[in-house]
């Protein structure tokens, strides 16, 4: 059974970078027609898709924030991250990571998100 | 963008009730279309891809229709464990990837 776990800081001041990691236990991030996303939901609204990474490392991000955003992956520890520059209070958010197939054409499994507040 | 526009935005129902709920796309998505239900504090769960094929291990109720730009969501037989808010999310090739605003399923 595949999981994703959310990690990193749930506090970042305005201005700066935050980062999140997604480990994906229970199968390798490598194997399959997958890709790795990032999706943001503020408290009470709807979801908002940030952006994807292949495991070949070609990525696409949400123009609304593509200039801020930076999607990575390492193949050896199972992982993929999150950064995202320049916050600010719009950025607060519970950050959810999930697997996206080519296949089904959807977000199969997800993690249990992880609130993010921008506040200093 | 491809706008998801869903309706209504909530809905009263009882269990055993029929629910219908539609998303509209802003242009044609094909049947690239998925459905998902979130629980308050959980994170989406997928229910249908492909505009109608229910995921593995979602309950017979739920279902899914549409193609193009109008797609349905229908529990059959409303249970108490579907009281939740559900999403539509096109799933074609065009990006970014979007999702409706939501449906809220409440107990009448």
């Known amino acids: 059974q595949v999981q994703l776990q959310e990690s990193g800081p749930g506090l970042v001041k305005p201005s700066q970078t935050l980062s999140l990691t997604c480990t994906v236990s229970g199968g390798s991030i490598s194997s399959g027609s997958y890709y790795w996303s990032w999706i943001r939901q503020p408290a009470g609204k709807g979801l908002e898709w940030i952006g994807r990474?292949?495991?070949?490392?070609?990525?696409n991000y949400n123009p609304s924030l593509k200039s801020r955003v930076t999607i990575s992956v390492d193949t050896s520890k199972n992982q993929f991250s999150l950064k995202l520059s320049s916050v600010t209070a719009a950025d607060t958010a519970v950050y959810y990571c999930?697997?996206?197939?080519?296949?089904?054409?959807?977000?199969?499994?997800w993690g249990q998100g992880t609130l993010v507040t921008v506040s200093s | 963008d491809i706008q998801m526009t869903q309706s209504p935005s909530s809905v009263s129902a009882s269990v055993g009730d029929r629910v219908t709920i539609t998303c509209r796309a802003s242009?044609?998505?094909?049947?690239?279309l998925a459905w998902y239900q979130q629980k308050p504090g959980k994170a989406p769960k997928l229910l249908i891809y492909a505009a109608s094929s229910l995921q593995s291990g979602v309950p017979s109720r739920f279902s899914g229709s549409g193609s193009g730009t109008d797609f349905t969501l229908t529990i059959s037989s409303l249970q108490p464990e579907d009281f939740a808010t559900y999403y539509c999310q096109q799933a074609n090739s065009f990006l970014p990837l979007t999702f409706g605003g939501g449906t809220k399923v409440e107990i009448k």
């Open positions: 242009q044609g998505i094909s049947s690239w």
């Open positions: 999930a697997r996206g197939t080519t296949m089904v054409r959807g977000f199969d499994y």
């Open positions: 990474i292949y495991t070949s490392g070609s990525t």
